[in-house]
């Protein structure tokens, strides 16, 4: 629940468990309330009724006691008037007093940090840091605090936050407005409840001696003790004894301790390593981190509480003023002991997880999933440790070969490192927040090292080095998604997608989500015209209400192949998404030594319905997606002359186009299909890239040379990642089609086949064809189409045990075809049709068709899903024929251009069978779409209803 816009601060809910006892669920529900937290209790049969109490914008505790749900808070609450706000008396409770305040700043369960405190708690040394004054949030910052163990991603006016947990998980705390960085957000931890059937934390077991060992180095590590030669032969010589303990399988740490005690000559170090080992043979070994976790959770948490029978009506809460009083050391460890019983234990499957794993306590949807040489598939992560940065930090391992974002706008980076402890797998977590834009981008780097760490007690000892992980071989990716984000249950949550089919591209889709998953997704190789790779999570129920009201969390995945989006409801309310490559038709072999890097995704927040989302993503995407020398600049009007002749296409035949397109203000032409090898038709041709010399005698560069001379631009069409089986490159390389060799069987679509992008000769061979062509002709313009869909993905050239490699490979190898294009060529704008989506990333410039169909009614539901993430800069949208070619419907010359003008803008008809009256009201609306367009193409875009 909220407050008032124009309140700064932010009240947040917490609901307390009805199976806690009246009296502790009241004192609680009071501790919250009067510490700036709104505590819901739901009623308990014969024990209790539902409680509600918050404060009012004015730090007035004054909410009444009435049955009232945490949906309903934020339209109930009161609206204070100033000082003199009458506040609700009871019997119980009395006249409530505020609490005092000032220059302290208030966190949740009453611990409070000055300003000093939260500045001292904004980052260790050398990280990434801003000071902002309290209250206030930094901008494109990322904050860490070691005693809370939180940390703090800060775009322009969003937070994003988690925390590593006492058992090196990271936990999400929050994901929306931005919270001053004072702000203890540790309290949402107390959320976690335990089911039944679920299993407990998990931790690692390990033999005394071991532990010993362990404990052991960690003290020397604490002493500041370098360790060099001198050391450890003096080390060797003092421990011998203990060594030869050691080699006696009859040893136990009681023994050893003794023996160690004897020759230590530091003792004040033994007296550390003792206590330790004291703490550890209470707990297990993965609890005693806690008890410093717990330690720093609790220091200066909450203030003395008197007994309930102490309470007297008429004299404030139970005494605010004994709540005013500093509490001393010794209160503060009496109280953390209370506290500390109260912190939950649970198991993974009820918390909120940055990164999940499968099969150690969570049954949602993982995030990744792998698989040994010896068939385990158990790999849970712990945190390692992190590095924060400035600016975006680029791709390490996929640099080249996926879309990679830019980092304009300033902003900082986060790697978390988390590792399997056993095998050493480790996998990084990185994160990018920008300073002018309310978006995060997200991406994950696993890595199978070859080396392994070892202990250098046993080297000190002069025993062999074992190292404290086992070997590891290759290991096998089976599931990688680039993002997973879990939230709190809040009422009836919606997951917004784009949805449809070929001609129904991106119609806006809303679903209920309940307890179970819903999805979207693609199998067929590219993004698909079914799916498009974005999902939104909102709080608002009413889909009138959408655009404009209610929080919206935001996901968009730069990547053009198969993907997975994932929305799971469990059973507790809590909504997990997952983002990222579609683990169907996936697997990657890593080898020791060797790493993969995920896709990109991209994260935004919205307290302003779709609305808000929108402006983000295209703000974000106009900066940091399309290629720096086309940003902001008004494309081309230009003529496209697939409708206008087909595949009849000849020199005279366009240029007889082109002298009536110039009259009208045309300033390109784009000659589609038809040009090529013996291409009369849909059935012949694809992959022969050279010119039809019969239709044009004197190529491309003829044509090209007389198109200019006309003060016009010059296009061309390609579908490069096809083949026909009618075509001189099949007879020549069948193998380089997508089919497993032997097998003799096969599907054909728009009579063609697929080439295999994810060979290096199928790679190089496309870029010297596009490359020659474009080398020869002035074209600034490139028309990239694909018409089919992947079917029979099998790699001929792949080791069999590799084939779940082929349907990425096969991406990879078309942006580096189009990377070298771009890097070769570029002033060479590239448009991409059939519906793809595929150029949503840096290594292309869109626009995109956004859709084969171009009725000007449909046009109106595809361009209004396709504006929900993608800028009109990169919507390609055209004037066409009448009737239309793909419905027959009618509509006017007007109306046409009206649905055309919010886009990149062009024409797709024959111009040359317009009356001299359509001419010239064409012109007239040519030389309109001029005008507005710099408003058009840099604005921000509001959608005023739905079509």
């Known amino acids: 629940a909220e407050l008032p816009k124009s309140h700064p601060r932010r009240i947040q809910v917490a609901r307390i468990p009805a199976s806690m006892q009246f009296r502790e669920s009241f004192l609680l529900s009071l501790l919250l309330a009067i510490n700036g937290v709104s505590a819901f209790l739901p009623p308990a049969p014969l024990l209790r009724p539902a409680l509600h109490l918050g404060r009012c914008p004015a730090g007035h505790l004054c909410a009444p006691l009435a049955p009232m749900a945490p949906e309903t808070i934020s339209a109930t609450r009161r609206q204070c008037e100033g000082p003199q706000h009458r506040m609700p008396s009871s019997p119980l409770l009395g006249r409530m007093k505020p609490r005092r305040t000032s220059g302290r700043m208030v966190g949740a369960f009453g611990t409070r940090m000055s300003a000093s405190d939260a500045e001292g708690a904004a980052g260790g040394p050398g990280e990434a840091q801003g000071s902002s004054g309290a209250g206030r949030c930094p901008q494109g910052k990322i904050l860490y605090c070691e005693k809370s163990k939180i940390f703090r991603l800060y775009g322009k006016s969003i937070m994003y936050a988690f925390r590593v947990d006492e058992a090196g998980n990271l936990e999400k705390l929050h994901w929306g407005k931005a919270v001053p960085p004072e702000d203890d957000l540790r309290w949402l931890s107390f959320a976690n409840v335990q089911l039944c059937f679920d299993p407990g934390p998990s931790a690692y077991f390990e033999d005394k001696w071991t532990d010993y060992l362990e404990v052991l180095e960690d003290a020397i590590d604490d002493k500041g003790i370098v360790v060099g030669e001198n050391f450890e032969d003096q080390a060797a010589e003092q421990f011998s004894e203990v060594v030869d303990l050691y080699e006696d399988s009859e040893v136990t740490l009681e023994e050893g301790e003794r023996q160690g005690e004897l020759v230590f000559e530091d003792k004040s170090l033994y007296a550390r390593v003792e206590r330790i080992i004291d703490e550890q043979t209470k707990l297990t070994p993965s609890d005693a981190p806690k008890l410093a976790s717990l330690a720093a959770f609790g220091e200066g948490m909450i203030s003395e509480v008197p007994e309930w029978e102490n309470w007297e009506e008429g004299e404030g809460v139970f005494g605010v003023e004994a709540l005013e009083k500093t509490p001393s050391p010794a209160d503060l460890e009496k109280e953390m002991e209370e506290w500390e019983a109260m912190i939950p234990k649970v198991g993974r499957n009820t918390k909120l997880l940055e990164y999940a794993d499968l099969g150690t306590g969570d049954y949602r949807s993982p995030s990744f999933g792998v698989r040994y040489e010896d068939g385990s598939s158990i790999c849970p992560l712990q945190y390692k440790g992190h590095e924060i940065s400035e600016g975006k930090l680029p791709m390490k391992y996929a640099s080249g070969k996926l879309p990679e974002l830019r980092g304009a706008g300033g902003g900082a980076t986060l790697v978390v490192s988390m590792e399997d402890a056993i095998t050493g797998l480790e996998i990084d977590l990185i994160y990018t927040v920008f300073r002018d834009f309310d978006a995060i981008t997200r991406r994950v780097i696993v890595k199978n090292p070859s080396d392994r760490e070892e202990s250098f007690l046993p080297r000190l000892f002069g025993m062999e ?272 089609c997508l089919n497993q060799q032997g097998r003799n069987f096969r599907c054909e679509g728009r009579n063609q086949l697929v080439l295999d992008f994810s060979r290096e000769e199928v790679q190089q061979y496309i870029i010297d064809k596009l490359s020659d062509i474009l080398s020869k002709a002035n074209i600034e313009y490139m028309k990239w189409d694909m018409n089919r869909h992947l079917t029979e993905v099998y790699g001929n050239q792949i080791d069999p045990r590799k084939q779940g490699e082929v349907f990425h490979r096969y991406m990879v190898g078309v942006y580096k075809v189009l990377g070298t294009i771009n890097q070769r060529f570029p002033d060479l704008r590239i448009e991409t049709c059939s519906g793809e989506v595929r150029p949503r990333d840096a290594l292309l410039l869109p626009p995109d068709l956004g859709d084969d169909n171009t009725d000007v009614f449909s046009r109106m539901s595809i361009q209004q899903g396709t504006s929900l993430v993608y800028p009109l800069s990169t919507i390609g ?55 507005l367009a710099p408003i058009i193409i840099r604005g921000m875009f509001y959608r005023l209803w739905s079509p």
């Not at 919205?606 to 974000?620: C, N, P, Q, R, V």
């Not at 291409?679 to 003829?702: C, H, I, N, V």
């Not at 419907?889 to 009256?917: H, M, N, P, Q, Y």
């Open 465 to 736: 080095a074992t190292p404290r992980r086992s070997q590891g071989g290759s290991v096998n990716i089976d599931r990688l998604m680039s993002a997973t984000v879990d939230f709190h249950p809040f009422p009836y949550p919606k997951l917004v997608t784009l949805s449809g089919s070929w001609a129904n591209e991106r119609r806006m889709r809303i679903h209920s989500l309940e307890q179970g998953k819903v999805s979207i997704d693609s199998l067929r190789g590219t993004s698909s015209h079914q799916h498009n790779p974005f999902c939104a999570i909102t709080t608002t129920s009413e889909a009138d209400s959408l655009e404009t009201t209610g929080d919206v969390w935001a996901f968009s995945f730069v990547y053009s192949g198969n993907f997975l989006m994932e929305a799971e409801v469990a059973e507790t309310g809590r909504i997990r998404v997952n983002c990222g490559i579609n683990p169907k038709a996936f697997s990657w072999d890593l080898p020791c030594g060797d790493s993969f890097e995920s896709p990109e995704v991209v994260l935004v927040y919205s307290a302003t319905g779709l609305e808000g989302m929108s402006h983000a993503f295209h703000g974000f995407y106009r900066e940091n997606l399309m290629p720096e020398r086309f940003k902001g600049t008004v494309p081309p009007v230009l003529l496209n002359t697939w409708e206008a002749m087909y595949f009849d296409v000849s020199h005279e035949r366009v240029m007889d186009l082109a002298r009536s397109a110039v009259k009208v203000g045309v300033e390109l032409i784009v000659l589609d299909d038809g040009w090529f090898g013996n291409r009369q038709d849909a059935t012949s041709s694809l992959g022969d890239w050279y010119e039809d010399l019969k239709k044009f005698p004197s190529g491309m560069e003829g044509l090209s040379n007389d198109i200019n001379s006309l003060g016009l631009k010059f296009g061309l069409w390609v579908e490069p990642e096809m083949i026909s089986v009618d075509s001189q490159l099949y007879a020549q390389h069948p193998e380089w």
């Open 877 to 931: 949208s055209h004037i066409t024929e009448v009737p239309n070619h793909q419905t027959q419907r009618l509509a006017t010359l007007k109306t046409r251009f009206l649905i055309a003008l919010f886009g990149t803008f062009g024409l797709e008809l024959d111009v040359r069978r317009l009356s001299s009256d359509e001419m010239a009201e064409l012109s007239l609306y040519i030389d309109m779409f001029k005008r």
